[in-house]
Each structure stands twice: as C-alpha cells, then as structure tokens.
C-alpha cells in the first residue's frame, strides 16, 4: 500500500527543473508533500485533495491526477535550498493511518 | 506558537534503562502521532492518538509505551530497548486525524540504544 516515488534520487545544478513522481496501485484518499533535510524535521509542503487538482506557491507546484493513483510534484527553477529528500504522504482511507511514500533524494549543485 | 517541540533531541540508553521522550504543541491540535525513522527510510507510522485517545497502534511492542495526558502534550516511555530500536523518533501533530491537513512535526529525538 505504500506510494511508490520516481527516480529514487536525482541531481541537478540550479535552475534546473525537476519532477518527483509519486504512485499507488490504488487511488489515494489524498496527498501529502514534504521536504526533509538531512537530520532535520519532514516540512509540509502542500496537499491536495482532489483528483485533477493543481496547487502550488513560489516556485514549486503540484498536481493529483484524475483517478487519484498519482501525483507530481515540479520544482522549478531549483535552489540550493530544494536539497533534501521529499516525501510524498497519503491517509490509509478511512482509518487515519497515514504512510509515506519511499521517497526521492533530491540534490543540487552550485 | 507554530511549532511541535520534542524532547530531548539525543538520547542514549542502555537495553535495561527506562527513558521517556516528550512531544509538545500549543496549536490547538487535536491529532498526535509517533512515527520511527531509520535513516535513509520514510518514517514509519507507530502510533496514533486522535482527541487524546490512543486510536491506531501499528503493532509496536511494548517496550514502547505511549501516553497522552493532555491535548498538548504525548510522551513516549521506552523500557527495555534492543539496539535494532535505535532510530529517530518524530512526533507531529494535525489539526484533525482525517488526512486533510497537513502535519506538522517536530524536530525529533535521535536515540542510541547501547
């Protein structure tokens, strides 16, 4: 039941883009996105709730499909701060069990 | 006050000591959690206390030992620890239980079982 995330890791130089994917077999009932630096707390990103949605701020944004099975998370433009392993997060439907995806290691370089 | 504040963040302990790690948030949150992470990993769902009841316990042994004795405040009593539990362990906190808002977690206590 666990989300799948793709690539496993992917380095870039900034201002490059990136797209971190994230997928079920089953639809989800929402999703989560967070960015953890090594050592530190995961950090909200953003959610989305709906299938079709799209939601973003600054230059990083989101998308959930229509059927719910995968979500997208672009990050334009990358910074220096965009290092760190982003996570993609989803409730279990209907028992307030929530799992994160297997993650993306995300790194970029001056 | 936007913070969910554990702790302490290093703890190590020996497999026959008992120890406790504290988890606090004043953002009126009524969804609190214990989540284990090992590194390079996703953290793992533990355990899950909505409106101050202990409502999912993911089959943790019971060597670990949740608490919740107010709607601020959860703690985790550890009690006989293998080193195979040596881990970070991350609280975080949501407004509600349902999934539709986002967590908010606190800096984690790393723990060293010896």
């Known amino acids: 039941q666990q989300p799948v995330q793709s690539p496993q890791a992917v380095i870039l130089r900034e201002g490059e883009d990136a797209v971190i994917n994230c997928s079920s077999s089953k639809a989800l009932y929402s999703v989560h996105w967070y960015r953890q630096k090594h050592g530190e707390a995961p950090v909200f990103l953003m959610i989305?709730?709906?299938?079709?949605e799209q939601k973003g701020h600054d230059k990083i944004s989101a998308s959930f499909n229509e059927k719910k099975q995968q979500s997208s998370l672009y990050l334009t433009a990358s910074q220096l701060s965009y290092s760190g392993t982003y996570f993609c997060g989803t409730e279990i439907e209907g028992t307030y069990k929530y799992i994160f995806g297997t993650g993306t290691r995300l790194k970029v370089l001056a | 006050d936007t913070e969910v504040t554990q702790t302490p963040k290093h703890l190590v302990m020996g497999m026959t000591n008992k120890k406790s790690l504290k988890c606090e948030q004043h953002?009126?949150?009524?969804?609190m959690y214990w989540y284990k992470q090992k590194a390079k990993k996703p953290p793992e769902l533990m355990f899950v206390y909505s409106y101050e009841k202990l409502s999912i316990n993911e089959s943790v042994p019971s060597r670990f030992s949740p608490e919740c004795p107010n709607s601020s405040l959860l703690n985790l009593h550890l009690h006989a620890l293998q080193p195979e539990d040596s881990a970070l362990y991350l609280c975080a906190s949501s407004p509600a239980p349902d999934g539709n808002y986002g967590y908010t977690f606190g800096s984690g206590t790393r723990l060293t079982v010896v």
């Open positions: 989305l709730l709906k299938g079709g």
């Open positions: 953002m009126g949150h009524r969804a």
